[in-house]
């Protein structure tokens, strides 16, 4: 069974501060994609970044980075500069085989001003 | 832009009531889905569909049950809700392969009482 691990329940960053959230998964699907989404405080899910595992590059959305080891099965997302607004629970997702996402428990992140 | 709406943001039901949740996209997407999120467990499947009248159970279908009868409407019904049914419930829907995002709706906040 796939299944997609965020360690962190809870991380916190300052204002214009880089932060990592950790995420490692296990599928044995050999072509796969990965998601970063993101829920501010009453609000909707949104999608911050994608990788397809069969791309070596890292994706790069403005702020959002990830730093993806196909081998190692890990899926970070770096933010930088960090922004009051990116306040939020962040979810880590590995697409299923039947066009599901298996989430990871997700990870709250906090700045401070 | 894509638009998932949910007909309700919050609803309270009493125990042993039957509970409609409905969701709408606007997109033409074949996919659609239910999850249920909790605090410290992340999202789970409880259904999803790929066509009109088709219907996949996820990984808590138990109490629960789908109905979609046309493309864009996608229902979650709870037969006879119970206390441990409270939580806030997610649609999503996306186009039918597993590199595409899903788009949530903002979700319903369901308290049985």
């Known amino acids: 069974a796939q299944t997609v691990t965020q360690s962190q329940p809870e991380m916190s960053v300052q204002e214009a501060e880089t932060v990592t959230l950790s995420c490692t998964y296990d599928t044995s699907e050999s072509d796969y994609y990965l998601f970063w989404y993101k829920q501010p405080p009453s609000r909707q899910m949104i999608l911050v970044i994608r990788?397809?595992?069969?791309?070596?590059q890292n994706a790069t959305e403005n702020r959002f980075s990830v730093n993806f080891q196909k081998a190692a099965k890990s899926f970070s997302l770096k933010i930088s500069d960090s922004q009051l607004g990116d306040a939020a629970m962040y979810f880590c997702?590995?697409?299923?085989?039947?066009?599901?996402?298996?989430f990871g428990k997700g990870t709250k992140l906090s700045v401070k001003p | 832009d894509v638009k998932v709406t949910q007909s309700s943001r919050y609803l309270v039901k009493r125990t042993g009531e039957k509970v409609f949740l409905e969701c709408v996209q606007d997109m033409d997407h074949e996919n659609m889905f239910w999850y249920r999120q909790d605090p410290g467990l992340g999202l789970r499947l409880i259904y999803f569909?790929?066509?009109?009248?088709?219907?996949e159970k996820g990984d808590i279908p138990e109490g629960y049950s789908v109905s979609r009868e046309k493309k864009e409407r996608f229902s979650l019904i709870l037969e006879s809700a119970s206390t441990n049914q409270t939580s806030m419930y997610l649609c999503a829907s996306s186009l039918i392969y597993t590199e595409y995002e899903q788009y949530f709706g903002p979700g319903t906040r369901l308290t049985v009482t």
């Open positions: 990788q397809e595992a069969y791309k070596q």
């Open positions: 997702a590995s697409g299923g085989s039947q066009g599901n996402l298996i």
């Open positions: 569909s790929y066509d009109v009248k088709m219907k």
